[in-house]
């Protein structure tokens, strides 16, 4: 085998198994990604003028010369402000179709006089830059001057071959504002490889860094067995896959710890905290609980996040709102406890509902109803492909580890919750009010105990029963057993 190929192979073999990345970033504050936005607002405008003033160009021609590079425009405009500095290779797709409209460019071309041989040097060219751009930020290449020159090259190709330089000349005489868009274009694309910069090597101990295939809020599971990555075209809907499953808590020494924490300032220290504290560190223990599953396919989600409906007060009439709640793997308690009160307080305070989520809610609210229903279709399919904005999931309800709800404190039993098809939560917990139990003890003697009765809802297509039973039993005993949640621990990494 060549040896060129044998390192191929092994660089992406790397890529694939281990984190030794050379990882692109552009960061907003380069001055080439400003001067890449400029051009690619340009090209934007002259491409509407052009699309206005062109004639003749039939349904193909519009597509790959008007509709194909207007999405890529706008496309790589959005994509190189909000994710260069941690996904820059998501500026790969739109630029493959840059090159799809340059090869409709030498195709026409072609029809004006220029030779079959000229054609196909132009078409190889764009080829070629297309690869080698794909490559490149897909972190096969160690440096991106390759990449550079390869798109110089047309100017090279312009000024050497006098053939195309004329049939150039020719074609866009017409068509002045197609050739402003077109060198917009280019000189856009030559922009954003001069902004992006290469990372230092990746060391053991550095961050995990984002590769293709990974999301913003989970990095993509390479390594699941083949059953796993099956099950989700199988079972599409998260509903379709919830397993549902009930189970009691003795709490004698979960009341006893809340005692204690409440003796030690911890003022409003509850079950609540106490269940997601539980949460956090079963995660921490078995991270399998901490997946989810978007676009069929499986991600471990980066932090822990949990979403809770509030209601301003316990009253009928009285309108109600969520928090999401971002927790590390490493939190005890009393970290749980702090970020639980930080982000209820400032909702209860309020009369209004003015959180984040609420102004989110209102303003896609006054969406009219003809277009709701789209709006909510494109979000679903932007989430499916991993390109919705990060602010909103950030707020987003269902987006999260887990949702759970605190039925005790309307004096009522746990329900089955289902899942929600959108967003990308796997397990929703939902616990009930305290109740009192008679048991036999080991020595023939009666006793009162309190039992606090849970629901869960889970989705089976992240993992499978046995662990799901595994981790449920570590959860169950660090609720009966709280006291472990002020212990420090190393969390354990999920599969790659």
Request: net charge positive.
């Amino acid at each position: 085998m060549p040896s060129f190929l044998v390192k191929i192979l092994t660089r992406l073999y790397n890529i694939i198994m281990n984190n030794n990345l050379t990882t692109y970033y552009a960061r907003r504050t380069n001055v080439f990604v400003w001067l890449a936005e400029l051009l690619l607002l340009a090209a934007f405008v002259t491409r509407i003028v052009y699309a206005c003033t062109a004639g003749g160009i039939g349904f193909w021609g519009a597509v790959v010369r008007i509709m194909l590079p207007l999405a890529a425009n706008l496309a790589i405009s959005i994509q190189l402000l909000t994710r260069g500095e941690r996904q820059f290779y998501v500026t790969r797709r739109p630029v493959v179709l840059f090159a799809v409209n340059f090869i409709a460019l030498a195709i026409s071309f072609s029809h004006l006089g220029l030779s079959r041989a000229m054609t196909a040097l132009i078409v190889t060219v764009c080829l070629f830059q297309a690869f080698l751009y794909w490559v490149t930020y897909s972190y096969l290449i160690r440096t991106q001057i390759p990449v550079f020159l390869s798109y110089a090259a047309f100017a090279a190709i312009y000024f050497v071959f006098g053939s195309f330089a004329g049939v150039t000349a020719r074609y866009y005489a017409s068509q002045p504002f197609g050739a402003v868009s077109d060198l917009c274009l280019l000189a856009a694309v030559l922009a954003v490889i001069l902004a992006t910069k290469r990372m230092p090597e990746w060391k053991e101990g550095d961050p995990y860094r984002l590769r293709p295939g990974d999301r913003l809020d989970g990095r993509l599971l390479r390594s699941l067995s083949p059953m796993s990555r099956v099950s989700p075209y199988i079972m599409v809907e998260r509903n379709g896959a919830s397993n549902m499953f009930q189970d009691e808590i003795e709490i004698t020494n979960m009341e006893r710890y809340i005692r204690e924490k409440r003796r030690q300032g911890l003022k409003h220290f509850g079950i609540t905290h106490v269940f997601i504290a539980a949460y956090v560190r079963g995660s921490a223990m078995m991270p399998g609980l901490n997946r989810f599953l978007s676009g069929q396919k499986v991600y471990q989600r980066f932090g822990i996040d949990v979403n809770m409906t509030v209601k301003k007060s316990l009253e009928a009439s009285s309108p109600d709102t969520c928090i999401k709640i971002k927790f590390d793997p490493k939190d005890t308690a009393e970290d749980v406890y702090r970020k639980f009160d930080e982000a209820l307080r400032p909702v209860k305070e309020s009369e209004e509902l003015d959180s984040d989520f609420d102004v989110l809610a209102k303003l896609i609210s006054m969406i009219p109803g003809v277009f709701f229903k789209f709006t909510i279709w494109f979000l679903k399919l932007l989430d499916y492909f991993g390109l919705l904005p990060e602010i909103l999931t950030d707020l987003s309800p269902f987006h999260g580890s887990m949702f759970i709800t605190a039925l005790g404190s309307l004096g009522i039993e746990p329900v089955y919750h289902h899942l929600y098809d959108f967003g990308n939560v796997t397990q929703f917990c939902a616990f009930g009010c305290k109740r009192t139990e008679k048991t036999v003890a080991d020595d023939g003697t009666v006793q009162t105990k309190k039992y606090v009765d849970c629901t869960w809802v889970v989705d089976e297509r992240t993992v499978d029963g046995f662990y799901y039973a595994a981790a449920c039993k570590k959860i169950k005993y660090l609720l009966q057993h709280p006291e472990k949640l002020d212990e420090p621990i190393v969390p354990l990494e999920d599969i790659y």
